[in-house]
């Protein structure tokens, strides 16, 4: 992996133990070497400059890109005249993510409810997908009382650790 942002081997090594872990949630683990690139970068990235910093080919980042996209992470811009895009994530990107997935929760929902009826509500299956619809409307349900607690808790903070003065 090549070095452009100087952080070193220590670096390197972290990008691939964070590609490892978010691959064992699912995400492919180009498009997680990418997030964690863009994560700790202090300005937007092209894709040519995510390659070059990763040692990857363009199509392997354009995947990448295109994952991170559809899932809601990254965010793309365009300016004026230029023919890159520039690629970064919202410092809150986390939060942005969860709020922006919420219709896919109700979806899944009313998903697994309609496997109840298809096999049979009184069948083992059928519980287990009842389960399952109940605890995504639980958790569909919780969510705006969950992000009203950490748009209340948050606080952002510069490098230092004191409360930073603006985003």
Known sequence: M???????AEFD????????????????????????????ADR??????LGEELGASAPAISGAVSYLGRVG????????????DRYWVD?????????????LLR?????????VHVVGDGTRAGGR?????????FL?????????KWQESDTPTSPGGEAATGR
């Open 129 to 137: 997908l009842r389960e399952s619809a109940r605890f995504w409307e």
């Open 13 to 40: 090594r972290y990008v691939e133990r964070f590609a490892r872990q978010m691959g064992d949630l699912g995400m492919p683990r180009m498009a997680a070497r990418v997030l964690i690139v863009l994560l700790v």
């Open 73 to 84: 992470i990254l965010e793309r811009e365009r300016e004026p005249g230029q023919r890159r």
């Open 91 to 103: 410092e809150n990107v986390w939060y942005l993510t969860l709020v922006r997935r919420t219709d």
């Open 140 to 148: 569909r349900g919780e969510l705006p009382q969950i992000t009203k």
């Open 107 to 115: 979806q899944l929902e009313d998903l697994l409810n309609e496997g």
């Open 2 to 8: 090549s070095r452009i942002n100087e952080r070193g």
């Open 44 to 49: 937007s990235r092209t894709a040519a400059e």
